[in-house]
Antibody, heavy 120, light 106 residues
Framework: EVQLVESGGGLVQPGGSLRLSCSAS????????MHWVRQAPGKGLEYVSA????????YYADSVKGRFTVSRDNSKTTLYLQMTSVRAEDTAVYYC?????????????WGQGTMVTVSS | EIVLTQSPATLSLSPGERATLSCRAS??????LAWYQQQPGQAPRLLIF???NRATGIPARFSGNGSETDFTLTISSLEPEDFAVYYC????????FGQGTRLEIK
């Protein structure tokens, strides 16, 4: 069974840092691009970041550029999102998402999400 | 950035009726548009990719149409489990989502 399990969410103070992880199983992780998508409470979906299959190509939404870093460890089948200088507006459920291709295709598998709350 | 505008914001229909949801792009996205369904408290699920292709396991009552800037998602006969929020998303120029359409029971 294809599965994505996020972890690392929690309460963080404004200006602080947090690292999210996404453990993948049930598919050849190294063969697919991956993404992070977030959803603020009661709001719609917002795209955050992408990384291609081998980690050589990355993309960030303007809202997180320079503050968030996406990475992956194909040997551990794990995706990461390093969040720094967090702001109140970063409060959201963060979803780890599998791409249907090596670079950019449809988002075919979603994790259940991990909640990040930025508050003092 | 490509902006996707979904309409209507809320659609009120009864089970058995036909639903038509719209997504308009601020510039051409070709056929690189997908639709997702999100139930309350759950992660989104891929319904349609590349404008008109149903994802694995998606019932035939869901269909997608369109190209360039205008797209529709049609649910031919609503089942109780179809009442949810629907999002369109483009991958032509990086990625953006529409603001969503809430499909509610009338």
């Amino acid at each position: 069974e294809v599965q994505l399990v996020e972890s690392g969410g929690g309460l963080v103070q404004p200006g602080g840092s947090l690292r999210l992880s996404c453990s993948a199983s049930g598919f050849t992780f190294s063969g697919y691009a991956m993404h992070w998508v977030r959803q603020a409470p009661g709001k719609g979906l917002e795209y955050v970041s992408a990384i291609n299959f081998d980690g050589q190509s990355k993309y960030y939404a303007d809202s997180v550029k320079g503050r968030f870093t996406v990475s992956r460890d194909n040997s551990k089948t794990t995706l990461y999102l390093q969040m720094t200088s967090v702001r109140a507006e970063d409060t959201a459920v963060y979803y780890c998402v599998k791409d249907n291709g090596t670079y950019w295709d449809a988002f075919d598998i979603w994790g259940q999400g991990t909640m990040v709350t930025v508050s003092s | 950035e490509i902006v996707l505008t979904q309409s209507p914001a809320t659609l009120s229909l009864s089970p058995g009726e036909r639903a038509t949801l719209s997504c308009r792009a601020s510039q051409s996205v070709g056929i690189y548009l997908a639709w997702y369904q999100q139930q309350p408290g759950q992660a989104p699920r891929l319904l349609i990719f590349d404008a008109s292709n149903r994802a694995t396991g998606i019932p035939a009552r869901f269909s997608g149409n369109g190209s360039e800037t205008d797209f529709t998602l049609t649910i031919s006969s609503l089942e109780p489990e179809d009442f949810a929020v629907y999002y369109c998303q483009q991958r032509s120029n990086w990625f953006t989502f529409g603001q969503g359409t809430r499909l509610e029971i009338k």
